[in-house]
């Protein structure tokens, strides 16, 4: 089944357009929105996931798990859902919520994203990581995230980092 997205302006208010899944034919100051969700642990721990080696994209990096919004969904909606279909984990009761967003302008791949952080009680052997979507996944603390993102092997590190803070 195909995917669609809605088309935001910078604003993040719908424009009335929609988009096919990775139909990059937006127009300048066009955007849809992505999001992550963040998955802290009361020890400290951020579960990252490790996305496969099939990816069009960055094959075997380390990330936060998310996505894009669908078409009529709202951005919570949407980081419930993908953290539920990448990791098996129910975000939707944990504490926490809605954090910042940032946005990129990549020639016609705009993009806005918000960034979600939940506190829940979990362990790895809570996970049922998605086939086809993630490898492998853990918990990390915020030392060994750095120091995948000094290997340049973790996405979004600067646009994120301060999602880890406190």
């Known amino acids: 089944m195909q995917e669609y997205w809605d088309v935001y302006d910078i604003n993040k208010n719908k424009t009335g357009r929609i988009m096919k ?5 937006m127009a ?6 992505s999001v992550l969700g963040v998955v802290r642990r009361p020890d400290g721990k951020f579960l990252i996931t490790q996305r496969v080696l099939t990816k069009a994209w960055a094959g075997g990096w380390w990330e936060i798990p998310g996505g894009g919004v669908k078409s009529g969904e709202t951005s919570e909606e949407a980081v419930i859902r993908e953290v539920r279909e990448e990791t098996g984990l ?4 944990a504490k926490g919520g ?5 946005h990129r302008e ?3 791949q705009n993009y806005i994203v918000d960034i979600y952080r939940f506190e829940l009680d979990v362990t790895e052997k809570d996970l049922t990581l998605q086939p086809g979507e993630t490898m492998d996944g853990k918990f990390a603390t915020l030392d060994e995230i750095k120091a995948l993102a000094e290997q340049g092997i973790f996405l979004h590190y600067d646009s994120i ?6």
């Open 161 to 166: 980092k301060k999602v880890f803070e406190n």
């Open 28 to 33: 300048e100051g066009e955007y849809y929105i």
């Open 98 to 102: 809605y954090q910042f967003c940032y």
């Open 21 to 25: 899944r990775n139909d990059w034919t």
């Open 90 to 93: 129910d975000v939707s009761n």
């Open 106 to 108: 990549n020639k016609g």
